[in-house]
């Protein structure tokens, strides 16, 4: 607690968030939680003996407490009832764009049915112009529910939505009518204002992933980006590029700031710093207070209120403080994968990247230090979000290692030259010659990722991983920074102890799966699947009028990670069965 007292205290904090959520106490238990917070805030002011000796407790327990409290209240059910499964006029605004399906362009919106206002999914047709934020829609509208999954292992899109405060989808096929807004708040007109200049990249002559990796790589609007194009970047482990993070607010201070130090004498240097941090701030309001970007601003405005101050930086407190605020604001943020892999790769660089380094010969030039640098902070990054990516994602590619390696040095020219064609575009300067410049670079740029995506020898799908594993995984990163610091017998020993451990975890979870024999009849669409499992091995009857692609993708990898089947194969049965006998059991296929 002496070394990094708001550490600890925002980890007993996120306990709090994490008991709260599994065990959901009721408004009795929270007032005597309460309760208790008020009493050990009133013991602080008593400097006795034997309260001095629990203080650390006494903060660890009320930081507990405010965790549980504040998702508490985060959680509260909206309390309405709003006719589902049929057809209703409403009335919504848009509140934000979402990513666009084959089908659909999906939006989070408000909607007032009668007097009932509420928060909806809305999905209106592919082809319809683009909604914005300057006017109120009418329309019919089939309401419905976000349904639970059928089984486990399946993504449980309803939960997701309901930690974002959404329990209605709004599905509308035409006659959108719409009339402008007069009382737009000053986020909305920002959100305008953004909108407007996404429609202006559009405008340009540039090819479409051009233009869209621009608008995400700069304006954090990935809602267009080809689908292919999303996946060369999974692939290649390298879609952070396209998610706006730490790497792109520090470039972009950096440039600001390198132009502020040019413009204002050296006596006031200091000013330069202020307006930088302005600036990026700015910045992050224009383009949405995403995760990763509201912790890179924080962590940057700590750290340079510390060199203001002419304190030394700490990198912990700044991490700490970040999550602090974030989580204070919204409790369900906790929850985000983003979130979560961000500042996971925040810790692992702290705690890995100066070990790693000292393995390498002194950089007595730039370039030598952008080289290490580069190295040693994507190994760090990487090692330190592996287990998360295993459990989330159940995939990897080793060749992601070296796309970042190669890619990483030049993503810093990329960044600033998309946000200078950003500006270019805002201000209405058109320039043929950097457009054709621009657009030649990134499909360059987009090629050499595809390349690295396409290596398909080195990319594992379907890896299985439980909380146990990663939690055990994360003890072995640990304790692999005492190991790189100092190669001993200890060190060693407690490290390899440590990679054991997950071993003897992971071999006894495989055994217990394996031992496990079960039928399912899965529903798709329109379309049923039966899977037969046994032991590691498992075989997929689905309907020849299924789409294979979209069943391998929803069913069969989701499932095949979930139970740990090391085979399996697909087998196809007419459209037109009705049911099939397997052992004692029917099942309709109809």
């Keep these: 607690m002496n070394k990094e007292p708001l550490l600890i205290l925002v980890l007993y904090f996120i306990l709090g968030i994490f008991f709260q959520d599994t065990f959901l106490l009721g408004k009795g238990w929270i007032y005597g939680v309460i309760i208790i917070n008020v009493g050990i805030l009133i013991s602080l002011f008593f400097n006795t003996y034997f309260l001095h000796k629990i203080k650390v407790i006494l903060l660890g327990i009320l ?30 605004k848009i509140s934000q764009k979402l990513n666009s399906t084959e089908k659909y362009k999906k939006y989070e919106g408000i909607a007032q049915l009668g007097k009932n206002s509420f928060n909806s999914m809305v999905y209106i047709p592919k082809n319809h112009e683009e909604l914005d934020y300057e006017h109120y829609y009418k329309a019919e509208a089939y309401i419905a529910q976000p349904q639970q999954p059928q089984y486990d292992f399946q993504f449980n899109y309803a939960h997701y939505l309901k930690r974002k405060n959404i329990d209605y989808q709004a599905y509308i096929s035409k006659n959108i009518s719409s009339i402008e807004r007069n009382d737009l708040s000053f986020i909305e007109q920002i959100k305008q204002y953004r909108a407007h200049v996404l429609k202006k990249i559009d405008k340009t002559e540039m090819s479409g992933s051009t233009k869209e990796f621009l608008k995400g790589i700069i304006l954090a609007d990935r809602t267009e980006m080809e689908a292919t194009t999303v996946q060369d970047f999974n692939r290649s482990g390298l879609v952070h590029l396209l998610a706006i993070s730490g790497t792109h607010i520090v470039i972009i201070f950096g440039l600001f700031y390198f132009l502020m130090t040019r413009c204002i004498p050296l006596q006031f240097r200091k000013y330069a710093i202020i307006f930088s941090l302005v600036f990026i701030w700015l910045f992050a309001l224009f ?96 090692l330190a979000t592996l287990p998360l990516v295993l459990y989330y994602f159940h995939q990897f590619s080793f060749v992601s290692i070296a796309a970042n390696f190669i890619i990483i040095p030049f ?180």
């Design 63 to 92: 930081f507990f407490g405010i965790g549980v409290v504040l998702h508490f209240c985060n959680s509260l059910p909206q309390k309405m009832a709003i006719a589902v499964n049929k057809n209703e006029t409403i009335v919504f």
């Design 411 to 590: 993503s810093e020219l990329i960044i600033v030259f998309s946000f200078l064609m950003t500006l270019l575009i805002v201000f209405g300067l058109d320039f043929g010659f950097i457009d054709k410049l621009y657009d030649g670079v990134i499909q360059l740029f987009l090629k050499s990722i595809h390349w690295f995506a396409s290596a398909d020898m080195v990319f594992i799908k379907n890896i299985s991983m439980n909380l146990m594993e990663v939690i055990s995984v994360l003890i072995a990163i640990y304790l692999l920074r005492a190991l790189i610091l100092k190669l001993n017998f200890k060190n060693s020993m407690n490290f390899i102890i440590a990679v054991l451990v997950f071993m003897m975890i992971r071999i006894g979870c495989n055994i217990i799966e394996n031992q496990k024999e079960e039928v399912l009849l899965h529903s798709f669409s329109k379309n049923k699947i039966i899977s037969i499992k046994k032991g590691s091995k498992a075989c997929f009857w689905i309907q020849d009028k299924a789409d294979r692609e979209k069943v391998l993708q929803f069913i069969i990898e989701p499932y095949c990670s979930s139970r740990r089947i090391d085979h399996f194969e697909i087998k196809q049965i007419p459209f037109s069965t009705k049911k099939i006998v397997f052992g004692d059991h029917v099942y309709d296929m109809k």
């Design 287 to 382: 383009i949405g207070f995403g995760n990763s970007v509201l912790r890179s601003c924080i962590m940057l405005s700590v750290y340079f209120m510390f060199v203001l101050l002419q304190r030394k930086p700490d990198l912990l407190h700044s991490l700490a403080l970040s999550a602090f605020i974030i989580l204070i604001l919204d409790t369900q943020q906790l929850f985000d994968v983003g979130f979560q892999l961000s500042f996971m790769a925040v810790l692992g660089i702290f705690l890995l990247n100066q070990p790693l380094l000292k393995y390498f010969s002194r950089a007595d030039n730039y370039f030598k230090k952008l080289i290490f640098n580069t190295i040693t902070i994507s190994l760090s990054a990487q």
